[in-house]
């Protein structure tokens, strides 16, 4: 079962990842090419976190100011298209996460499901 549940983690993570990194702002690229997903899986516990670069970097510190702070954006970061989740700028992780969290909880809730039906629990 739990095979079933890491996979559906796995994906709705990778899929915040890349919606958040379509809506990043985009100077030398350190902060898109340094997004990750984190897998924190012990005793029967399984956790996904998205983040923009090793704790403590300079890429996560960075992160933070053009997650929370408002600005204008660059050239670059103003010709990027953003997607059907926004345009690029901050909140780059928040709004996607926001948008699609109820179909990353009803995806592994039916991973859930679909794994004790297959195990003979009802």
Request: aromatic letters at 8%; a neutral charge.
């Amino acid at each position: 079962m739990s095979e079933a549940i890491e996979q559906a983690m796995d994906d709705a993570a990778n899929d915040l990842l890349d919606r958040s990194v379509a809506l990043a702002p985009q100077l030398s690229g350190d902060l898109v090419n340094d997004a990750l997903v984190r897998k924190f899986d012990t005793r029967n516990r399984f956790a996904r976190a998205v983040e923009f670069g090793p704790p403590g970097s300079p890429s996560t510190a960075y992160a933070k100011v053009r997650h929370e702070d408002f600005y204008n954006l660059g050239p670059i970061s103003s010709i990027k298209p953003g997607s059907d989740d926004g345009a690029v700028g901050r909140k780059f992780l928040e709004r996607p996460f926001n948008l699609h969290a109820r179909r990353y909880i009803d995806d592994v809730g039916r991973a859930v499901e679909s794994a004790l039906r297959v195990g003979g629990v009802r």
